[in-house]
Structure formats: structure tokens, C-alpha cells
């Protein structure tokens, strides 16, 4: 199917104000010949004369007539659409966004996040889902994710990642844990248990791979799906959870019964970033949000923390 071309559009309306082809030339910045052939193209497009000649004057015909208020609002629409985004008042908007957020980001932010959004936005709601298996740089380009918080991973070359924060992981036992009795070695992490914390089922990571490079190996006997479960289920038995640091000492500030250690194997800190398509780029809700993210974030816990000059 041939699609019109909308640039006649914007003539015909300049050639129904004018009245003639040299007047609407200059307000186009064409020259007359130039005019006379886009009308020329106007014609054969509507199938009518559009301007028939008067004596020495173009009068319109009643064609261009009935068209006049319909080329006009047309022309006022398109404009509309191509200024650019006028302000938008946070405080009526109504919006969702689904964010799919690292449990370490929900744990700790989401809180303050909720506040932050009940007084700049109200009617706003954020739907927080955990990370899936499906791809992230697909549920970023379809729209099912606004905005997508985790470890930092490789993404789409599109897709606009800022970072956030770092943390590293720490080693989390009841209070009373016998491994607290001594010198915590990397064999001695070996000798009891350990909770795994993954929303796919997963039993290894990154401190099985720094274990089997000393000759070591530990037994996860338990996989949870979120760290809260796995604090929980900590209480009351020998198990050994390894945590990112922003959430295991958030677990000691909210009073849990538990004692951090270091762990006593090399293991690389964990930066965390935000990322979005860029078709929120300059979505003035979404800005905020990321800013607001952002803003939460620079406030955190000052051990791990990173800030970042990374723009919004």
C-alpha cells in the first residue's frame, strides 16, 4: 500500500493560508517553480484542481474549501506530536512499572523506594518480579520490563545500564555457630553445610569454583529460592549462608540472631546496575525513577558502596 506523502500536507495548508504559490514559497523557503510543482503534486493527489485561476488571482475550489478546518487540525496534531515533552505532572499521574529486581535492590530499597513514590507520585505502583529465565534484553526491547535491576551482565548493545552499587559476599552463622570458636579457614568453611540462594535452583557459584581451587569442596544441603527464607531457616541449625554484604548486614540491623565472618576465599565484588530500553530514555516518570533508584543507592551502606557519574 503507497503511503501519502505528509509534506503535501503541510504545503496544502500553507498554499489555503497564503492564497497564492509565491506567498506560501516564501513561507516554505521554496522557490516558486518549486511551489507550483508541489501543487502540482497536491492536484494529482486529491484528484481536483485545488486552486483554479481568477482573473490574476488563485481562488480556492470547493474541494480545498471543505478540506481547509480538516488540512488545519491535521497539520496542529502532527506538531503536537513532534514538540517536545511538555511537563508532566508527577503527583496525577497514573502509571505501573514492572521492574524486575535483584532480591539484594528489593531487600534493602524498596522501602524507602515506596515512600519516595507515595509522595513525588502517588498514583503510581511498581510491581517488583523476580529475575526469570526468559532473556533480559527481550523483556527490555518487548516492554514487559520497564526497568531491570541486577549483578551486572552482558545486555543488548542498545540497552542503557548505569551502575548503582558494589558489594561483596560475606558469611552469615547463628550466634552461637562452633565455627565462631576459631580461626575461620577455608577448610573449616567446609565442614558444615551451606544454604544456596538462587531463584533457578541452583546449588553452585563463584565460591564453589575459589573452594575447588584450594582442593576444597562444601555440601549446599539446602536451596532456597530467597535470601529471606534462607535467614530464617539459619536460626536454629549449624548451616553457613554466604550473603552479599548490603543484605547480611541489614539482617543484623533488623535484630536477627546471626554473626557475620569474612569469608576466607577470593572472591570478586559484585557490581549491581540499573538498566532500561532507550525508549524511556527521556520519559520524564521513568527519569525519575531512575534517579530516584540512583539517589537511594548513594545513600547505602558506605563499605560496599559505589557512586557513579554515569548520567540518567
Known sequence: ?????????????TLLEEGSVVGAARRMNLSPPAMSRTLGRIRETLGDPVFVQAGRKLVPTPRALALREQVRAAVEQASQVL?????????TLERRFNVRANDVFVGIHSGRLLEAVATDMPRAMLRFSPEKDDVDNEALRSGRIDLFISASRKLGPEIRVQPL???????????????????????????WGHIGVSRRGKSAGPIDAALEAQGLRRHVALVVSAPFTALFALQDSDLLLPLPGHLAHSAVAAGLRVRLFDLPVPLETVLFTQAWHPRFQNDPAHQWLRRKIRELCDDGEPMDSMCSTAQT
Open 1 to 13: 500500500m503507497d503511503h501519502p506523502d505528509l509534506n503535501l500536507l503541510l504545503a496544502l495548508d
Open 83 to 91: 514538540r517536545p515533552t511538555a511537563d508532566v505532572d508527577l503527583k
Open 165 to 191: 552499587f558494589t558489594t561483596t559476599f560475606v558469611g552469615i552463622a547463628r550466634e552461637n555457630h562452633p565455627i565462631f570458636d576459631d580461626d575461620i579457614t577455608a577448610e573449616r568453611l567446609t565442614r
